[in-house]
């Protein structure tokens, strides 16, 4: 007997890959670049490549278009 229903499934899948997403471009515009960078990673072998070295560099220590980097905001106490 399977207790796998499809609607568990698919809230399971999108409760991680939402997440995922809007992490990734969030990190993407620490750097200063546009969420739709992350259209690259579909693109086989060079795409998760080059999604890991973006995700990886250091942001931007000055505020950008997409706002000031949380990296280098004061803490408010």
């Not at 809007?22 to 515009?29: E, G, K, P, S």
């Amino acid at each position: 007997m399977r207790w796998t229903f499809p609607a568990v499934r698919g809230g399971s899948i999108a409760g991680v890959v939402v997440p995922a997403v809007a992490l990734t471009v969030r990190r993407i515009h620490d750097t200063g670049r546009s969420g739709w960078f992350l259209l690259l990673a579909i693109i086989p072998l060079v795409g998760p490549i080059v999604m890991l070295v973006l995700t990886c560099i250091e942001g931007d220590p000055h505020p950008n278009a997409y706002g000031p980097s949380p990296k280098y905001v004061p803490a408010h106490l």
